[in-house]
């Protein structure tokens, strides 16, 4: 296995920076869209601003009630493209790193808006790392490029609006009743989301369990540390209607994670071990699919390169968010008809939403028809 996983990532390696130029938008469509005039300039604001989660959020890391966010607006002859970064404190960046990430980005210079390729490519060279910030400017490009050629993103990308798929429901860790409360609440949704990795895992799924059937989805967050035990658990849930576990093992514990997934009867889906398009090479033969956040990858561009690459490898895809506004998820979810599965319910979990889009309906994601990534400020 081992041996396999290496030659594969020897010859496999050119793959991922050579294989996909100029996806999209279709040069065709640009042409269509005439009485455009290619004369504006590109504008970049951008603004600090504080989620307030509705429930403390606890992870096997961390706890919080808070998440930083940066908004970001990019103007084109009159037309505003919305963005986001989402900055959970435990990945790194922040209101501070962002602004000044944002503050060295010139725009002004490209003179055509449509050569998404190019103008992403130069802003990951700003600076390594600051996968948020560069996603906060993909966004609002995606969403200001759809606005100019009038057309929402799932049709720039040829995908069936209908074929969206159920977003999974996060309840947090919490007292026994809490759980059965959360649960009880959260009836509308077809797949719920639980957080294990800590003492109490089985009492959680067996408390969900006594007032629930819906399956479950289950995100170890890198919880459990020796490949035994992870196997026992996985096996464990299979009996309870769990889908997939994602993350089950640190990421340093590539070895261990491969052997898990050779035995485990659930896929295993890569989260924190995947980060952009060259770690999908990387997690193929280690783990069964792929957990895509647009926070981590730099945006939609990437995000859809990843998409197409793990489906080359074979692998499964989710795609998941930060706790967002309803612009990042809604840039998001405009690629989920191409996933498996889709954890997008990070604008469901704040209280000051300041954006209207995508729109999660008997557990669905249901997308507008509006031009763009389909969001309106609120
Ligand atoms: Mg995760």
Not at 99 to 105: A, G, N
Not at 147 to 167: M, S, V
Not at 307 to 320: F, Q, T
Request: hydrophobic share 40%.
């Amino acid at each position: 296995m081992k041996q396999k996983r290496r030659d594969f990532l020897k010859t496999t390696g050119l793959l991922v920076g050579s294989a996909f130029t100029a996806l999209y938008p279709a040069k065709s469509l640009i042409e269509k869209s005439n009485g455009f005039k290619m004369n504006g300039k590109l504008k970049l604001s951008y603004k600090p601003y504080t989620l307030e989660l509705k429930h403390v959020f606890t992870i096997a890391t961390n706890s919080r009630t808070t998440t930083p966010v940066v908004l970001t607006e990019i103007e084109y002859d009159g037309m505003v493209g919305y963005g986001e970064a989402s900055l959970p404190p435990y990945l790194g960046e922040s209101h501070q790193t962002v602004t000044e990430f944002l503050s060295k980005v010139d725009l002004i210079k490209y003179e055509n808006v449509f050569d998404l390729e190019n103008i992403l490519n130069d802003i990951d060279k700003v600076a390594p790392g600051n996968p948020a910030a560069k996603a906060s400017i993909d966004i609002a490009l995606h969403d200001l490029v759809g606005k100019l050629l009038n057309q929402p993103w799932y049709n720039i990308l040829g995908f069936d609006k209908e074929k969206t798929p159920y977003t999974s429901f996060t309840i947090g860790i919490d007292t026994p009743d809490m759980v059965r409360a959360k649960v009880k609440e959260a009836e509308v949704y077809k797949i719920l989301k639980v957080k294990l990795g800590r003492e109490t895992d089985k009492e959680m799924i067996e408390t969900i369990r006594s007032v629930s059937d819906t399956p479950i989805t289950v995100d170890v967050n890198q919880g459990w540390k020796d490949k035994n035990f992870a196997l026992e658990m996985i096996n464990w849930l299979k009996e309870r209607n769990v889908l997939f576990v994602e993350q089950p093992m640190p990421k340093t514990q590539i070895d261990d994670m491969a052997w898990l997934t050779e035995r485990s009867p659930l896929p295993t889906i890569g989260d924190e071990s995947v980060q952009r398009l060259e770690d999908v090479i990387k997690a193929h033969g280690v783990f069964s699919g792929i957990n895509i956040k647009l926070m981590k990858c730099t945006g939609m561009r990437e995000a859809h390169k990843m998409i197409l690459l793990a489906r080359a490898l074979g692998m499964k895809v989710m795609i998941g968010c930060m706790t967002e506004t309803s612009c990042a998820i809604s840039a998001a979810s405009h690629l989920s008809p191409m996933v498996d599965w889709a954890d997008l319910d990070g604008a469901l979990l704040i209280k000051n939403d300041v954006f209207d889009g995508t729109k999660i309906i008997d557990g669905k994601l249901t997308l507008m028809e509006r031009p763009g990534i389909g969001v309106v400020k609120t």
